[in-house]
């Protein structure tokens, strides 16, 4: 990897705590006192080691004041529960963060190495799937950064997400090994240890003053053991943590077996307590109906409840001081089963009555929801609660129960159709467990992800229970991090701010629009599209290394990145490629603004059309990117293995960010912003965050097209039929017949056949063929915008300059005031 250079300025707004001398001396040591190696031998991982190890020592020192400060006033702090935290690397941005990369960067200099060469040597800690685990990690890093009381709980997947490899076009999974050779930057905790029961019966006992009293026999315990992730806020006032649960058995042998001659067998049970954290699920929207992803779910939730109440009792013995101590955010449904445990804890161990531990459940939690896709909504076979977590569903049962007969029986009197529905058992042959219904009878706030979003929460998904609870959901619009997505991943940019408008934006990112007047300023300009040409030329070496393409700075780079699924319509981008081919092989005169379309997605292993999809445009890119009567006007690059720190080179790069969800479908995005923040202009439907990016930007600074919302409806109810635009428009029907020929698979015709089913045959689900047309359009207007440059940088610098909004630190204060009720305790 080439090396950025950074503009002194950078950096203006930080005292380094630490001296060159004192860094290198620091990374030095850690070279000969942690890893027993010197200067002369190490290899760059070990640099990479030394760098953090050294790191962690201006880090630890921050996080236990910071912990010191909060427990010592026993402060109300956030509980963020979730089932995925996609960090990335961590070395370049705790450096930002603590304000001493520039400082390490000359140090390591000084040692005859290059920060950036080293920073390329982390492993991604890829412990999510996409938007959601991403979002989390956003958050973690503003609630630091804004001096909030929090904890993150999630797992310690021993593999996160998987790596992906192309083997002729084909995705191929391979484990992610993230930590094989250790990670410097966790902490393991043993001293903080919880035992997990699982499996085995409840007993009833009565006694004649206290009534029934339940004891759950458990079949099985599992160990889990947290290990602890400093999170630093930028500046360093506060370093909360994140911490993850790991899986052990409880016994590392069983003796009894051990004794009886079985060493051998008493490993088994070893093994299979491990694999509860052994590997992150990859589907980013299904995975209802494995025992192991219940098992996973309960187990984290439990480790973490259970941490809470430890700490929670440290300074506490009145239980109605919890809802104030303790707020517990659910991330999407993955974390409902905190609910039935604390609830399970304050009755059958604690002795707390029915009514007080629900009203204190009723108090603590809150649940956000990601999504309207009805396959990602959670829902469990009552058979598989019944024998994994038997007290649990009793304890479902009896909340189910008194809600339908206290709030729904009031509210409508002998309605069976409403209870049917809002009831958290789905009565049906394989009887099953609703855990968004779960969420929203007991949670205090539910809230979507964007504006839109949260209007269809309240008119689509959940109308009933915005009728019973009227003020119970809200809108928490989502942001990112500016930190990691512009300070830390576009250095070039960064300086051009700080320059401009002062450094401070990074902690106030409205600030921003200071750069609003000069977008006619050709000057700025010129600097503008500058720093995006020097961005685009390290993202055409790093095409080059990967995938030994060539591509022109000159062309408008036009990049999709986000997870592959059919509502986020890869398929329509690749229809327009096809389109655009075609027009080139008639016409090799066909004026067009050369294009290099870049993608990167995985596809969840078991998802055949996604597959299919990422197959299809490798093969498009073999034909088109060694076609040489196009005079490489067109490129099409699909990057394997996307993931955070390939994000973190592309989004800088990026010309075009296509953002083109059927509207209503995406909840909010969040790549669109990071686009935008970037300079890059968006492609996009009126969907999920792209319509309040649009109310900052305004709509004539976009390019949006498409169907929207009600639209989709209509045009649904009224009875779709893609077949219709198919014969009505030659250019599209040549385009989808093509899919049929051998021209991109030569010698085997039919194998891109599955995409055209899918756009006619299979009904086009996701209204591509409705939507062709006008983002057909969308794309001539870029062509023709493209060719005037400055007209270009004028609409670039509109789009970084309105992006204030979309900071995560604004999310986070959206959460703190309305849902959390939080305050800041930075540490002085
Ligand atoms: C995603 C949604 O698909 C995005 O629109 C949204 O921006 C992010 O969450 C963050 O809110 N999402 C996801 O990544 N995984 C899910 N299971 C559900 C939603």
Redo the contacts with the bound molecule.
Sequence with gaps: MATKKMNKKTESVAVPSVTCAEMQQGIIDRLHKGLATDKNKANNKAWWNATCLAVNELVFEKLTKTHHNHAGKDTRAVNYLSLEFLMGRLLSNNLQNLQVFKVTEEALKGLGKDLYELCDEEPDMALG?????R?AACFIDSLATLGYPAIGYGIHYEHGLFKQEFQDGRQIERPDTWREYGNPWEICRPESIQLIPLYGYVETLYDPTEGAKKIWHAGQKLKGVPWDIPIVGYGAKTVNILRLWESRASEAFDWDVFNAGGYVDSQAEKSRAETVSKVLYPN??TDAGKELRLIQQYFFCACSVKDILRRFKRANSDWNELPKKVAIQLN?THPTMAIPELMRILIDLEGLDWDFAWDICQKTFAYTN??LLPE?LEKWSVGLFEKVLPRHLEIIYEINAQFLKNVVEKKWPGDDQKKAKLSIIEESDNRMVRMANLCVITAYKVNG?AAVHSELVKTDLFPEFHELFPTKLVNVT?GVTPRRWLKTCNPGLATLLDETIGDDWVLNLDKLKGILPKATDSKFQQRFMDIKKQNKVEMAKIIKETTGVEVSVDAIFDVQIKRLHEYKRQQLNLIHILTLYKRLLENPDYDMVPRVFLFGAKAAPGYHMAKEIIFALNKIADKVNNDTRIKDKLKVVFLPNYRVSLAEKMFPAADISEQISTAGL?????GNMKFSLNGALTVGTMD?ANIEMAEEIGEQHMFIFGLSVDEVKDLKTKGYKPYDYYYNNPELKSVLDWLDSDFFTPGHPGLLSDIKRSLLEWGDEYLCLADYASYLEAHQKIDALYRDQAAWAEKAILNAGAMGKFNSDRSIEDYASKIWKLKKFPIA
């Design positions: 799937n996409g938007g959601l685990g979002l980013d929207s999407d990601h999504t990602a992800v989502n995406e909840a909010s995005g969040t999920g």
